[in-house]
């Protein structure tokens, strides 16, 4: 069975740093598209990073977090600085191994629960 499980989330305040972790287990992910995703109250799910090779980023959050990938515990991690309110959201893992599209959602076929991010001001 297929699972990613987020951890790491919890609450900040503005300026401060957070790393989330995604586990992913059930399958070899190391050639997929990993992603973060996060959706705040009221608003859709928006991406945030990706990594296959290389990083990729929101504008939003470009030069701010970090998404690395450690292909031989099967973990993702991004690593979030100089947090802001706006940053506020539930912040989800997920995985795509058929699309190169990967700041869309619907290509990625699996998701975790998700973890909740608060800043403070």
């Known amino acids: 069975q297929v699972q990613l499980v987020e951890s790491g989330g919890g609450l900040v305040q503005a300026g401060d740093s957070l790393r989330l972790s995604c586990a992913a287990s059930g399958r070899t992910f190391s050639t997929d598209f990993m992603a973060w995703f996060r959706q705040a109250p009221g608003k859709e799910r928006e991406f945030v990073a990706a990594i296959k090779w290389s990083g990729y980023y929101a504008d939003s959050v470009r030069g701010r977090f970090t998404i690395s990938r450690d292909n031989a515990k099967n973990m993702v991690y991004l690593q979030m600085n100089s947090l802001k309110p706006e940053d506020t959201a539930i912040y989800y893992c997920?995985?795509?191994?058929?699309?190169?599209?990967?700041?869309?959602?619907?290509?990625?076929?699996?998701w975790g629960q998700g973890t909740q991010v608060t800043v403070s001001s």
């Open positions: 997920a995985a795509n191994d058929q699309g190169w599209r990967f700041m869309v959602a619907a290509e990625y076929n699996y």
